[in-house]
């Protein structure tokens, strides 16, 4: 009984102690890109859309809010248009590439982890842009996921 | 780390991705006191590297929008009639780096003005976290084009201030049921009653004229001025019928301890199913 109770006290602060954590687990990668050559990312791509995993307790509701660029900044102040479609961002409360609701990742989107599970995963697809004379050189930009928990 | 932050993580299964990036924030909504004035909040990075944290304080509350979906509501500069807890509340540190698999607290500090009424005041926290950028796998030198995203994420979180008698309840009104296909549409007008927001669970059932259950469903509601959701419920291939909906609303959530939930009494409505 003595380790039984040493549990409980371990336990009756901590249940108050509910968490949220949202991890990047992959980046969008759009891999080789050529001059003048749209190079698209599907969000079902289990290797090269980017991936978020989301914790939180189960059956809660959080609202998706994504900041996406619309140029990525190259060498001497060149860009590369990126752009983002209407089916690009895809929610997956069973954390499954392959089992996706799509949505808009433009907008707010509001997506409810299972009631039998705390685990959902967010994948977001898109396209690069490369004009014919692009130059050379690394491209970067920050995409910025914006996770509300409600309450 | 401590032993119960680690029991924390080990709730939520954190170890198994600790090549990800991220941090994990506890609790996931903050409840202040008028007579504590302090809160904490704790940032646990299970990962391989530091991530940089950046936290703020602004104010905001949950509605629903035209289409009966929550969102979230932010006011740049509340004005004197708003329940804002935003301007007397700090937080520190403001920008902090956690190391990996370390902990940190962010301490939060209200100084409210003397003649504060009773209520209940509100605002979101923020936290902002890079972790750097991710490894751009899968690219080539062919093109000589190297393109890489830098992933960010920002959490944001409720915090309730809470001071003197605060009391909460709801008024259900305008109860609708649809039955669309497979599912029925559920819709109604929640209006918060008190001076502090509404936080419980609705219980839906939907019930064949024989008495049997054909859908149900449960969701956590938090009511900070008036909602008007929309709910779809699976029923099936239910057949053709007279079905009743029964709304059941509580003061009960799965996500919070029973101590920082306001009690009110338990609220029932039902309504006819429209075919």
């Known amino acids: 009984m003595l380790g039984g109770l040493a549990l409980l006290t371990v336990l009756a602060p901590l249940s108050a102690q509910r968490a949220i954590q949202v991890t990047s687990v992959r980046s969008l990668v759009f891999g080789t890109v050529f001059p003048g050559v749209r190079r698209t990312v599907l969000r079902t791509d289990p290797l090269n859309s980017g991936r978020l995993d989301i914790r939180a307790t189960r059956n809660a509701q959080v609202q998706l809010i994504f900041t996406l660029p619309a140029v990525l900044n190259g060498p001497a102040g060149a860009t590369m248009p990126v752009s983002f479609g209407g089916n690009d961002g895809g929610f997956s409360a069973t954390r499954s590439v392959a089992s996706q609701i799509g949505f808009d990742p433009r907008v707010p989107y509001v997506a409810r982890l299972n009631a039998n599970s705390s685990r959902a995963s967010v994948f977001l697809g898109g396209s690069a842009n490369p004009i014919a004379s692009q130059r050379a050189g690394s491209y970067t930009g920050t995409v910025t996921l914006t996770v509300v928990y409600f309450p | ?275």
């Open chain 2, 1 to 275: 780390m401590s032993r119960a932050a680690w029991f924390v993580l080990g709730t939520l299964g954190v170890g198994a991705t600790l090549r990800a990036q991220g941090v994990m924030i506890a609790p996931h909504a903050v409840f202040m006191s008028h007579g504590a004035r302090s809160g904490a909040v704790t940032l646990l990075n299970p990962g391989t590297e530091p991530v940089e944290v950046a936290v703020s304080v602004f104010y905001g509350y949950t509605a629903t929008d035209s289409t009966g979906q929550l969102t979230l509501v932010t006011v740049d500069h509340p004005d004197s009639t708003q329940p804002s807890a935003s301007g007397w509340l700090q937080a520190f540190p403001r920008r902090l780096t956690v190391g990996p698999q370390e902990q940190q607290v962010v301490r939060l500090l209200a100084t409210p003005p003397a003649n504060l009424p009773d209520g209940e005041y509100w605002a979101r926290l923020a936290f902002t976290a890079k972790a750097g950028q991710l490894p751009v796998a899968g690219v080539s030198d062919t093109g000589n084009i190297k393109v890489g995203l830098t992933l960010q994420v920002r959490t944001v979180i409720g915090l309730h201030y809470r001071k003197g008698v605060v009391r909460t309840g709801i008024a259900v009104s305008g109860l609708h049921a649809l039955r669309q296909g497979d599912s029925v549409v559920v819709q109604a007008r929640i209006e918060r009653q008190g001076n502090a927001a509404y936080l419980g669970t609705v219980h839906g059932t939907v019930v064949a004229s024989n008495g049997r259950v054909v859908g149900a469903f449960h969701v956590p509601v938090t009511v900070f001025y008036a909602n008007e959701p929309r709910w779809a419920v699976s029923i099936g291939a239910a057949p053709a019928d007279s079905y009743r909906l029964r709304l059941e609303i509580t003061t009960e959530r799965e996500d919070l301890q029973p101590e920082l939930l306001l009690q009110s009494p338990v609220v029932r409505d039902s309504v006819e199913v429209t075919p």
